[in-house]
């Protein structure tokens, strides 16, 4: 996890003809995608139609460079074809709070929408990051596979004040692409002992969330944690939720 690197994605998407409104005014998500062609092309369609519906524009997309020899069998054997997609902030959005929201809004809409259209390769698809302040680069790899994998990492022009990298070894989940760490606001170490009860106290009460950062839109969200999730990805989805609903990240985590 970085903070944005607004020089390095300038330099990178000039390079395919994009040009980039000032930073705060622009959001890049990774993207895990099928590696069939037509497939592939039926996530983004589904993901670009909630940016369009939630007023957002589509500025383009990116194919992320990668060097596959560097992953062991499994790992290679379900790659998906990884792409990042650009998106404009619309100016009716007040600030870059509110743009945060409402990309939160666009991935769970993408990602109900590809799951429920029943693609046989519906479940590559996975949105590691959505974020104008953050981007997340993951795999199903060791911590030594990362920079050769993503030859982003070694270009000069990418610049963090922070980098967050996290490895575990997955126990009570199979090893996925989508299950690998960070997630988009924690790393952590799993082994929720009381994870069944948590998940059945959340969805007990789904129907009674509010927001007034969210207001009639807050069902869109739902569920907050999508099936098949590690306890990991279930307390990072919380907190995701908690942190957008207006709470800090210090009261989120307590």
Same mark, same amino acid.
């Given at each position: 996890m970085l903070q944005m690197p607004d020089r390095f994605l300038r330099a990178a998407c000039k390079h395919d003809g994009l040009d980039l409104p000032g930073p705060g005014h622009y959001a890049v998500g990774l993207v895990f995608l099928p590696p069939d062609v037509q497939q592939? =092309? $039926?996530?983004?369609?589904?993901? =670009?139609?909630? /940016? #369009?519906? &939630? @007023?957002?524009?589509?500025? @383009?997309? #990116?194919k992320v460079p990668v060097k596959s020899e560097v992953l062991g069998p499994l790992s290679r054997h379900v =790659?998906? *074809?990884?792409?990042? !997609?650009?998106?404009?902030? %619309?100016?009716?959005?007040?600030?870059?709070?509110?743009? *945060?929201? /409402?990309?939160?809004?666009? #991935? #769970?809409? %993408? &990602?109900?929408a590809v799951a429920q259209a029943g693609l046989a390769q519906g479940g590559y698809f996975h949105i590691?990051?959505?974020? $104008?302040?953050t981007l997340i680069y993951k795999g199903m790899f060791v911590a030594h596979q990362l920079? @050769?994998?993503? $030859?982003?990492? $070694? =270009?000069? &022009?990418? *610049?963090?004040?922070?980098?967050? /990298?996290h490895q575990r070894y997955s126990t009570n989940t199979f090893p996925?692409?989508?299950?690998?760490?960070?997630?988009r606001f924690i790393a952590h170490n799993g082994e929720i002992n009381s994870l069944r009860g948590n998940l059945n106290w959340l969805k007990s009460r789904e129907a009674l969330f509010g927001s007034p950062?969210?207001?009639?839109?807050? @069902?869109?969200?739902?569920? !907050? /944690?999508?099936?098949g999730s590690s306890d990991s990805a279930a307390l990072d989805s919380v907190v995701e939720l908690l942190y957008h609903g207006g709470r800090s990240l210090p009261h989120c985590i307590m």
């Open positions: 592939q =092309e $039926s996530c983004k369609q589904k993901l =670009e139609t909630m /940016v #369009r519906l &939630e @007023g957002q524009t589509v500025l @383009g997309w #990116r =790659e998906p *074809e990884i792409h990042q !997609i650009v998106i404009g902030r %619309a100016k009716a959005l007040k600030d870059q709070d509110h743009f *945060e929201r /409402v990309l939160f809004l666009i #991935r #769970r809409q %993408a &990602e109900k590691p990051s959505l974020s $104008s302040r920079k @050769g994998y993503f $030859s982003d990492l $070694s =270009e000069p &022009e990418l *610049e963090s004040a922070l980098a967050m /990298v996925a692409w989508a299950l690998a760490h960070p997630f950062k969210f207001g009639k839109h807050i @069902g869109k969200l739902l569920p !907050i /944690v999508r099936p």
